[in-house]
C-alpha cells in the first residue's frame, strides 16, 4: 500500500503517503502535504520530517499543503489573540461582578443559554474534522476552520513564526492554554477585589468559581479532546502507528524518530486529563448536594455553585450530568481505531441525549428545549452524511454493527414481555413508588405538599402519583392502581371516605393487593357501619363507578379495610420538619405512628414570609408549596431564605417581603387579620398570592363584620376598621398572583412560583414606604393606577388581575373609611387561562 512498482528497479511512492529511502511507508494527513514521487523527496515545498508533518524553521504552513516563509506580520494573530483572550476574560468577569445571572430575566437566559448550547454545537463539529474520515472539499476547509474549537489553532496564530517548537513542546503548549486560562482569570479576579472590593476574598469567590466553572463547562469538549491527543493513533502500511495530529510521532514507542516525545506526551496526558474527569467528578458530588441545600436554603452553596444549575429546571438539575458525560464521550470517540466505530458511538451518544431532553425537558426556558433537541438532530444529520466518506475498507465494520443492532432489536420483545410478566408479580420495580389518593376539597394542598418532599427524599427513587400531574383519562386511572404502584397511600380526611373516584382507587387497590397505607389527617371522618350499610345513599355518584365492573360488595369490602388499617397520625400545627418526617416514615415503610415535629432552629435570618390562615389545614399547607417552590428557584436568588409563618411566631426584623396567601374565609379569621395588620405596621413589601379558587375579595359587609376588639393593638392602641381597611386595600394595590396547589400541575407550579419569586425580586420601595398610603394618596393615584394595572395585566396573562375599576374622583377626608372599602370592593376578579 502507497508504493508503485513500476519495475526496472524504480520505486515510486503514491500521493498521500510518505516514505524515506528505507521504503517504510507511512500514511500521511493530506496528499497536498506528500505529493508522491522518488522515496525521500515526497514532502511539499517547506515540508520535512515524517509524513511531512513539519515545516522548515523559520516557515509556516500556506495554501495547498505548502509552507511558506515568515513575514513581519505573522506575529500579530498570536498577540491579538493573547489580547483577545484576556479581554474577553474581563468582559466575562464583569457581567458576572455585576450580578451576572444571580437575576436573569426571560431573554438572559435565552441568550446565554444558547450561546452556550452554540459553542458546544460548533465543538462537535469540531470533532468531526478530527475522526478517521477523507472528506472532500469545501467540507474539508470547512471543518479544518472548525477545529479551531478544539484548540487546533498552531496554524491561525502562525505558532511557528514565534519559534522552533517539536510535537511535544506544541502539545504542552496547548495543555499551558488551559490552564494559562485559569491564571488570567485568577488574576482579573484578584485585581477587581483588590481595587474595589478592598480585598474581601472570601466574600467575593462564589463569582470566581461561577466565571471559572463557566468558562469549563462551556469548552469541556475542547478539554477533553486536547488531553487525549497523544492517545489517537492511526496505523500505517507499514504496520506502525503515528499520531493523528503530531503526524511525526511514532505512537507507544521509547526510541527512534519521535518514539520518545510520544510517551512523554503520555506522561502529560495522564496528568492533564485529570482535570476533566476531577470536573465531572465535582458536578455529580454538587448535583447529589443540590437538593438537599436548597431544602436547608444553604445560601452559600447556591451562590458558589447556582452557575451549574439556574439553566435548568428546579427538578432536572441533574441534566448537567447529562451534558457533561455526552461531552467527555464525544472527546473520547476520536480516540476509537476506524472511523466508521467513531461515526456510530457519536451517533449513540447524541442520540442518547436527545431522548433524554425529549421526555424530561430539562432547559428551564421552554425554547432551549426545542434549540437542543435541533443542534442534536443536526449533529445526527451531519454525522450520517458523513459516514458515506468513510473509506471502502471499514465496510466490515458496518456489517458488524449492523448484525448487532439488529439483534439488540429482535430481543427487545421477549425482554420486555419477560419484565411485564416479572413487573406484574413485583419482581421488579413498578412505575409509581407511591400513590396519592385523596379529597381536593380538603386535602388537595396537602398532597401537593407530601408529593414534594417525597420527591426530596433521597429514599424515594421512583415516580410519586398525584392526579393532578400524572393523571390522563380516568379509564387508565384504576388499571395504573392495580399494575404501575408499588404503595397506595390514602390521605385519610373528612371527605376522602365519601369521594367516588378515591372509592374506587381503594376498592382497586385492595382487590390486586398493593400495599396500603393510611394517613390520618386532622378531622378524619373513616367509614362506620351505617356508612358501609348505606354506601349507596352516602356516596354521590356512586353509580358512576359500577360502570367500571366494580362492585358495592367489593367496595364495602375495601372500605371496612381501610377503616380498621394502622394509622399515621398527622398533627393540626404540620410544619416543615414534620412534613420531611412524614416523608422519611413513608419511605422507610413505616406504617404506624405519629409524625414527629422537631424545632427546625435556623441561624440564617428570613429575608420572605408567607403568611397564611393557621386556622386552615390547607391553607398552612398552601404556604409550604409556595415556601418550597420558592426555595427551588433560590439559584435565580440565592440570598433569599423563605419561611412560612406558623401560629404564634413572631416576625423576624430582617423580613423585608411577605407573601400573603389569600385562602377563602382567611379574612374572617382574627389572626389571619392581625398577622397583615402587622405586617403593614411594619412597612413591608406585600404580594397576594390566591391560593384558592373559591377566594373572593372582601366586600365592605365582610370587613365590617370583623371584631375589631379581639385584634392586637397597635403601635396606636387598638385597632379600628379604618387600619383594616387600608391594610387590606394596600395588599390589593399589587396584581394578585393565582397559585392554587390543590388543582394545578407541577409544571404551572413551578413557573407560577419564579413569577412570584421574580415579583419579589424586583420590588422597588416606594418614596413614602411601600405599606404607608394615606387616604390622601388614593385619590390622586387612582386613575394612574387604573391605567397600569391594565398594562401589567395585559403583560402577565398567566396570573390573576385584580382590576381597579373607575370609581369615585373626589375623596374627602370625613369619610375616608367608607371610600377606602368601596374602593377596595369595586375590585373584580378576572381569571385569564
Known amino acids: 500500500e502507497g508504493i508503485d512498482c513500476p519495475g526496472k528497479g524504480e520505486v515510486y511512492v503514491q500521493p498521500g503517503y510518505f516514505s524515506a529511502e528505507q521504503l517504510s511507508v507511512f500514511r500521511c494527513s493530506t496528499a497536498e502535504n506528500c505529493r508522491g514521487g522518488v522515496p525521500g523527496h515526497t514532502c511539499a515545498e517547506g515540508r520535512e520530517g515524517l509524513a511531512c508533518a513539519s515545516c522548515i524553521d523559520g516557515y509556516v504552513p500556506g495554501d495547498r499543503g505548502v509552507c511558506v516563509p515568515c513575514r513581519g506580520g505573522d506575529r500579530v494573530p498570536f498577540v491579538f489573540a493573547v489580547f483577545g483572550v484576556v479581554g474577553v476574560c474581563v468582559l466575562l468577569y464583569a457581567v458576572f461582578e455585576r450580578g451576572g445571572f444571580s437575576e436573569p430575566s426571560h431573554g438572559v437566559l435565552l441568550a446565554g443559554i444558547s450561546g452556550g448550547l452554540l459553542v458546544s454545537l460548533l465543538q462537535q463539529m469540531s470533532i468531526l474534522g478530527v475522526l478517521s474520515i477523507e472528506y472532500a472539499e469545501p467540507l474539508k476547509s470547512f471543518l479544518s476552520v472548525m477545529r479551531i474549537f478544539a484548540f487546533d489553532v498552531e ?53 470566581l468559581l461561577a466565571i471559572v466553572g463557566t468558562l469549563a463547562m462551556m469548552f469541556y469538549i475542547s478539554i477533553t479532546l486536547t488531553t487525549l491527543r497523544p492517545l489517537q493513533c492511526i496505523e500505517n502500511p507499514n504496520g506502525m502507528w503515528t499520531n493523528i495530529l503530531y503526524e511525526d510521532v511514532i505512537c507507544w514507542s521509547w526510541g527512534g524518530s519521535g518514539g520518545g516525545a510520544h510517551m512523554s506526551m503520555i506522561i502529560v496526558s495522564a496528568f492533564a486529563v485529570t482535570l476533566p474527569i ?88 421552554p425554547a432551549l428545549n426545542w434549540m437542543d433537541v435541533g443542534f442534536g438532530c443536526i449533529m445526527v444529520l451531519c454525522l450520517m452524511l458523513a459516514s458515506f466518506s468513510v473509506r471502502q475498507e471499514d465496510s466490515q465494520d458496518i456489517s458488524w454493527i449492523v448484525i448487532v443492532v439488529m439483534m439488540v432489536a429482535a430481543l427487545s420483545l421477549p425482554v420486555v414481555l419477560t419484565h411485564a410478566v416479572l413487573k406484574r408479580f413485583g419482581a421488579v420495580s413498578k412505575l409509581f413508588q407511591f400513590f396519592l389518593c385523596h379529597s381536593k ?74 400495599e396500603c397505607v393510611l394517613i390520618a389527617l386532622p378531622g378524619i371522618r373513616a367509614p362506620d357501619e351505617f356508612m358501609l350499610e348505606h354506601l349507596e345513599t352516602m356516596v354521590p355518584d356512586i353509580e358512576l363507578l359500577l360502570d367500571t365492573g366494580l362492585r358495592v360488595e367489593t367496595m364495602r369490602e375495601a372500605l371496612g379495610e381501610f377503616a380498621g388499617k394502622p394509622r399515621i397520625l398527622v398533627p393540626e400545627n404540620i410544619d416543615s420538619v414534620g412534613a420531611e418526617s412524614l416523608a422519611d416514615m413513608l419511605a422507610r415503610r413505616v406504617r404506624r405512628g405519629v409524625v414527629e415535629m422537631v424545632e427546625a432552629k435556623s441561624d440564617v435570618a428570613p429575608d420572605t414570609i408567607v403568611v397564611s390562615d393557621t386556622d386552615s389545614f390547607e391553607a398552612k399547607a398552601a404556604a ?100 383594616v381597611s387600608l391594610a387590606v386595600f394596600t395588599l390589593f394595590r399589587e396584581i394578585a398572583v393565582f397559585f392554587v396547589p390543590k388543582s394545578a400541575t407541577e409544571a404551572v407550579l413551578v413557573a407560577t412560583a419564579a413569577r412570584i419569586d421574580h415579583r419579589l425580586t424586583k420590588w422597588r420601595t416606594r418614596q413614602t414606604g411601600q405599606q404607608s398610603y394615606a387616604i390622601s394618596d388614593i385619590s390622586s393615584k387612582a386613575d394612574s393606577r387604573q391605567d397600569l394595572q391594565e398594562e401589567e395585566v395585559a403583560a402577565q396573562p398567566t396570573e390573576v388581575a385584580i382590576v381597579l375599576p373607575q370609581v369615585m374622583s373626589v375623596w374627602r377626608e370625613s369619610n375616608a373609611d367608607a371610600s377606602a372599602l368601596e374602593f377596595l370592593s369595586a375590585y373584580s376578579l378576572r381569571t385569564e387561562e
Open 155 to 207: 496554524g491561525v496564530l502562525r505558532i511557528g513564526c514565534i519559534g522552533s517548537f517539536g510535537a511535544f513542546a506544541r502539545f504542552c503548549i496547548k495543555v499551558c492554554m488551559i490552564l494559562a486560562a485559569l491564571v488570567v482569570v485568577a488574576a482579573i479576579h484578584a485585581a477587581f477585589v483588590l481595587v474595589r472590593h478592598r480585598g474581601r476574598f472570601k466574600e467575593r469567590k462564589p463569582v
Open 624 to 723: 409550604a408549596v409556595i415556601q418550597r417552590l420558592l426555595i427551588s428557584q433560590a439559584t435565580n436568588n440565592v440570598g433569599e431564605v423563605v419561611q412560612v409563618l406558623q401560629a404564634g411566631m413572631e416576625i423576624a426584623e430582617s423580613v423585608e417581603k411577605a407573601v400573603i396567601a389569600c385562602s377563602s374565609g382567611c379574612f374572617s379569621q382574627i389572626a389571619f387579620v392581625g398577622r397583615l395588620l402587622e405586617v403593614s405596621d411594619r412597612g413591608i413589601y406585600v404580594l397576594p398570592v390566591i391560593v384558592d379558587a373559591d377566594f373572593r375579595i372582601p366586600a365592605r359587609d365582610a370587613l365590617e363584620d370583623i371584631d375589631t376588639s379581639a385584634l392586637p393593638h397597635g403601635p396606636n392602641g387598638p385597632r379600628s376598621l379604618r387600619e
Open 441 to 514: 376539597v380538603d386535602a388537595g394542598a396537602f398532597a401537593r405538599w407530601l408529593k414534594i418532599e417525597l420527591k426530596a427524599n433521597n429514599g424515594v427513587k421512583h415516580e410519586v402519583f398525584l392526579d393532578a400531574d400524572n393523571l390522563e383519562s380516568l379509564d387508565s386511572l384504576l388499571l395504573c392502581v392495580a399494575v404501575d404502584v408499588e404503595t397506595f397511600v390514602l390521605l385519610g380526611s373528612n371527605t376522602a371516605f365519601f369521594r367516588p373516584w378515591c372509592i374506587a382507587e381503594m376498592t382497586t387497590a385492595h382487590a390486586h393487593k398493593v
Open 278 to 365: 476531577s470536573m465531572l467528578v465535582k458536578v455529580a458530588l454538587l448535583a447529589r448536594r443540590y437538593p438537599s441545600a436548597v431544602r436547608r436554603g444553604d445560601s452559600e452553596f447556591l451562590r458558589s455553585y447556582g452557575f451549574l444549575f439556574f439553566r435548568f429546571r428546579p427538578h432536572a438539575h441533574w441534566y448537567i450530568l447529562v451534558v457533561m458525560c455526552r461531552s467527555l464521550f464525544v472527546g473520547i470517540v476520536p480516540l476509537v481505531p476506524g472511523a466508521i466505530m467513531q461515526v456510530f458511538l457519536f451517533l449513540v451518544a447524541l442520540q442518547v441525549t436527545l431522548l433524554t431532553a425529549i421526555h424530561f425537558k430539562p432547559w428551564r426556558v
